[in-house]
C-alpha cells in the first residue's frame, strides 16, 4: 500500500495500522451449485442445524469455470439469497476480469485463487506403509498453554501440536496436521493452504468445527458415538471422515 502522501511520523504509523494482516476463516460456495434447485432447502436445512454458527458467516463466492456473473445485479441477488439464509456475501474468487469488475461495484472483495487440491480416491496406507510428502515442512509448532476463547493460533507451512485443553470460541488452523493432546471444544482447521492429506488428532472430541482442505464438518454433524473420543479425522473421497483412535 503506497505510503507517501504521508508527510508525518503520525501519518506513517496510521499506514502501519492499516497495513496490519489477520488470519479469518470463511465459508466458500461455489456459483454453479447456486443453480441447483435443491441447494436453497440443503443450505436451510444446513443452517437450521447450526443456526448460531452460520449467524451472519462471510462467504466467498468461487466463479471458478462459472458463467455469467459479469453484471452487479447478478451478485447483488447472490448477495441477497444469502443474507436470507444469514450469511453475508463478502468476496469473490477465482474470477474473470469482467467478473472481477462486477463483483467490485457490488462492493465485493476479490480473495486470490482456492489453493484446494483435488481431494484423494484411495484409503489411508496400510499402518506399516511409510508416508511420503513432496515437500519438506518445518518443524511443528508447539503450544503447551490452554487455549482460550477467542484465540486463534495458526501454523504456518506446518504441523500444530497442543498439549492442552482448547475452550470454546478458539480456533487452530494450520496447513500441516493438528494434534490436540487433550479435548478439543473450539474450532480446528487443518491442510488450510490445499493439504488433503492432512489430518485431525484429538484425545477428546468436543469440537463446534472441524475441517480439512475447506471440508467441513459443525459440531452437529459429527459422530455422536465418537463425542469425548479419542479420534483422528481424515479427508477419504472428498468426505471428512472420524474414526476412533
Do not use: W
Not at 475447506?214 to 473420543?229: I, N
Amino acid at each position: 500500500m503506497p505510503v507517501e502522501h504521508f508527510t508525518d511520523g503520525a501519518g506513517f504509523r496510521m499506514a502501519g495500522n492499516l497495513v496490519q494482516g489477520a488470519l479469518f476463516t470463511v465459508m466458500v460456495v461455489r456459483a454453479g451449485i447456486l443453480r441447483d434447485a435443491a441447494f436453497g432447502l440443503e443450505l436451510e436445512q444446513q443452517v437450521g442445524r447450526s443456526p448460531r454458527f452460520f449467524l451472519n458467516a462471510p462467504v466467498v463466492l468461487d466463479l471458478k469455470d462459472s458463467e455469467g456473473f459479469t453484471s452487479e445485479d447478478e451478485f447483488l441477488d447472490v448477495g441477497e439469497m444469502l443474507r436470507r439464509h444469514t450469511l453475508a456475501l463478502v468476496g469473490v474468487q477465482n474470477a474473470l476480469p469482467e467478473q472481477h469488475i462486477a463483483a467490485a461495484a457490488a462492493g465485493l472483495a476479490s480473495f486470490a485463487p482456492n489453493a484446494t487440491q483435488p481431494s484423494r480416491r484411495a484409503a489411508a496406507p496400510a499402518a506399516n506403509a511409510q508416508p511420503t510428502r513432496e515437500t519438506t515442512r518445518a518443524a511443528a509448532r508447539l503450544i503447551t498453554e490452554p487455549v482460550r476463547s477467542g484465540t486463534q493460533i495458526y501454523a504456518r507451512g506446518t504441523d500444530l501440536v497442543v498439549t492442552a485443553a482448547v475452550s470454546p470460541g478458539a480456533e487452530l488452523v494450520a496447513d500441516g496436521n493438528i494434534h490436540v493432546y487433550g479435548a478439543l471444544r473450539g474450532r480446528a482447521l487443518a491442510g488450510a493452504s490445499g493439504d488433503v492429506e492432512a489430518r485431525i488428532f484429538c484425545s477428546r472430541l468436543e469440537a463446534e468445527l472441524v475441517s480439512i482442505a475447506g471440508r467441513y464438518l459443525v459440531s452437529e454433524q459429527l459422530p455422536p458415538e465418537q463425542h469425548g473420543s479419542a479420534v483422528q479425522i481424515a479427508l477419504v473421497d472428498d468426505q471428512l471422515t472420524v474414526t476412533r483412535n
